[in-house]
Each structure stands twice: as C-alpha cells, then as structure tokens.
C-alpha cells in the first residue's frame, strides 16, 4: 500500500512539468525533426519568413512549402540553444544554432506571439551562421 501511495505521489508531482513544455522548446525540437507540417500548426495566419536572403511575408501554407523545400535540401542533424526570451506572456523569442547532416551551420530565430490565447509564429528565419 505504502508502494502505490509513493508512486501515486511522484506522478501528481511530475504532472506540471509535463503541463508546462516551454513552446519555444517544442518549435525547436520541430526544427530538428524537419517536421514542417507540425510547424505550419503553430504559423500565424501570416508568416514573416527570411530563408538565406529571400524575405517576404507568406501565407501558412506557402511559408510551409518553402520551408520544405529548403529541409529537404538540408537535412537537421541537431539543434543548440543560442539565446531564449521568454519573459513575457504574449511574447517569445528563441534563437539557436541548426546543424545539418552536411556539417552546415544555420542560426534558426522565431517569434511567437498570443494571437487570441494561443502561441503562434509570427517571424521565422533561417539564415548562414557567420560567428563560428
């Protein structure tokens, strides 16, 4: 009896921190994983997108498309924190550094903001890491 009261325990305890994931957290992780059709679930209606040089505000599913194409032509090996801001409720800031299977280096930025208590990307880039 004693058994299952301790475990029913440490499942209440670690039930928050399951709650609380970090959202800027979850994009990088999609980040690495390629996985645009997750991504696109957290775009704004419209998307601020800099790919290398090419900026322009997209729509959702074209900023998915270009961003398909540029995941298939560099495939995500890993992904470092750089900087993170998340101070503010309605407003999140993540920066870090991707890594593709070709040994390329790419500093990754998005902005996500509360859009109607819901956090979605408003500014996504993908630019060459210079500082090495």
């Given amino acids: 009896m004693k058994l299952f009261c301790l475990s029913s325990l440490i499942f209440l305890l670690l039930i928050p921190h ?20 997750e991504l696109g679930k957290l775009f704004a209606a419209n998307v601020d997108l800099v790919i290398m040089e090419n900026e322009n505000t997209y729509s959702k599913d074209q900023a998915i498309q270009i961003l398909n194409t ?9 992904i470092k924190l750089l900087h993170k801001i998340n101070s ?16 390329q280096e ?27």
């Avoid at 540029?70 to 890993?78: C, G, H, I, R």
């Avoid at 503010?88 to 040994?103: E, P």
Wanted: no cysteine; proline share 3%.
């Fill in 18 to 37: 399951a709650v609380l994931a970090d959202p800027l957290d979850n994009v990088a992780n999609l980040v690495k994983q390629g996985n645009t059709k």
């Fill in 70 to 78: 540029f995941f298939a032509k560099n495939k995500p090996l890993s």
């Fill in 88 to 103: 503010s409720a309605s407003f999140h800031l993540g920066v870090y550094i991707l890594t593709t299977t070709d040994k």
């Fill in 106 to 132: 790419y500093r990754v930025a998005f902005t996500l903001k509360d859009q109607g208590g819901t956090m979605n990307i408003v500014d996504f880039r993908i630019e060459d890491e210079k500082v090495k």
